[in-house]
Nanobody
Framework: QVQLVESGGGLVQAGGSLRLSCAAS????????MGWFRQFPGKEREFVAA????????PYADSVKGRFTISRDNIKRTVYLQMNSLKVEDTATYYC?????????????????WGQGTQVTVSS
């Protein structure tokens, strides 16, 4: 079992930055692919970014490419999402997720463990 807890969300002005953290406990996440998803009110969760534990693959959603960066520190058991040049349309609840294996899947159903989410609000 892997437990995930996100933090770092909050209110920021458009153009600003936030860094989300996802702390993992339970099993080591060394051999897990880690992902970030987000959910807008009334919508399905959508893929944001992922990072494979082995291949180094880091796919990003087109909407965040060049602005967001996913990274991981396996010793600290923490995954980060650095979000720069934030836009009002980035306002959402952000979720961290983990899946066994090296494939950096973009599909929500491929992930086994989820955090509770952290709210990011970007004001104009």
């Amino acid at each position: 079992q892997v437990q995930l807890v996100e933090s770092g969300g909050g209110l920021v002005q458009a153009g600003g930055s936030l860094r989300l953290s996802c702390a993992a406990s339970g099993r080591s996440i060394t051999r897990y692919t880690m992902g970030w998803f987000r959910q807008f009110p009334g919508k399905e969760r959508e893929f944001v970014a992922a990072r494979s534990w082995s291949t180094g693959s880091t796919p990003y959603a087109d909407s965040v490419k060049g602005r967001f960066t996913i990274s991981r520190d396996n010793i600290k058991r923490t995954v980060y999402l650095q979000m720069n040049s934030l836009k009002v349309e980035d306002t959402a609840t952000y979720y961290c997720a983990a899946r066994g294996g090296s494939l950096s899947s973009l599909k929500e159903d491929d992930y086994d463990y989820w955090g509770q989410g952290t709210q990011v609000t970007v004001s104009s």
